[in-house]
């Protein structure tokens, strides 16, 4: 009974998750195809057979493509962007997260489409490490609204809360840091303790919205004032 009062509260609002940031993946189907397009332009297509990764970012993905007997190694280095189909639960809650928004940004470089399908996407990005800058595939949790900023997962984040459901975990509340990428400038790590005073900077060109949160912009609500962000300011 807890599993259907759980999927009917998860699934009632889908409004309610068009605004949100999407779970970050870490399990992947073997079974469903992925879509990979290389730094070259090429486009493969293929399913999964084993994911490496260094300190939770994938550094090599083996895959078979469509029509092929052999496995291809890809390495993080090659891979431009990447659609990967999340497995099991995970997938059906992606899915009902974003489908309020599949159709409604035409200018999105992000195909949401497939993601609406209960993929996680992935795409590569220089992101400043403390004092170093490196380029990475990051996972973005925020696909249907990127327009004017990015925010990606942090791999390494320790997260508000987590919950099982049928033996599968999966993020709960909200993650305590994220890389946010304004324009086309390096994504920068903003934590919790950070966004009282980045919500400024984030929304500097947009008057009204810092006016209307000015008296709650707490972290919880980053994702609506985002959402918001991309939506309603010029």
């Known amino acids: 009974m807890k599993k259907i009062v759980l999927f009917c509260c998860l699934f009632g ?14 399990r992947f189907s073997g079974k469903e195809i992925a879509y990979i397009t290389l730094e070259d332009g090429t486009e493969i297509e293929g399913t999964i057979d ?5 300190k939770g970012l994938i550094e090599e993905i083996v895959l078979l493509p469509k029509g092929e007997k052999k496995k291809r190694k890809i390495k993080a280095e090659e891979i431009k962007t990447m659609y990967l189909p999340a497995s099991g639960y995970n997938k059906l809650v992606n899915a009902s997260e974003q489908s309020f928004n599949a159709q409604k ?16 996407y992935f795409e590569k990005s220089t992101v400043g490490i403390k004092k170093d800058v490196e380029t990475l595939l990051m ?14 997962h942090d791999p390494r984040a320790q ?19 994220y890389y946010v990428k304004v324009g086309d400038a390096t994504a920068v ?3 919790r303790a950070d966004y009282d005073k980045a919500y400024l900077a984030l929304y500097k ?24 962000y991309t939506t309603e300011c010029k």
């Open 139 to 152: 996972q973005m949790v925020n696909p249907s609204f990127s327009q004017k900023i990015k925010v990606y």
């Open 105 to 120: 940004w035409k200018d999105n470089n992000v195909n949401m489409e497939i993601i609406n399908k209960g993929y996680a």
């Open 189 to 191: 790590k903003i934590k």
């Open 50 to 54: 084993d994911i490496d990764r260094k």
């Open 205 to 228: 060109d947009c008057p009204d919205l810092l006016k209307k949160i000015k008296d709650d912009h707490r972290w919880s609500k980053f994702d609506e004032h985002l959402w918001a």
């Open 159 to 177: 997260e508000s809360m987590r919950f099982g459901v049928a033996g599968i975990t999966m993020a709960g509340g909200d993650d305590k840091s």
């Open 13 to 26: 609002s889908t409004t309610t998750f068009a605004q949100s940031f999407i779970p970050a993946f870490d």
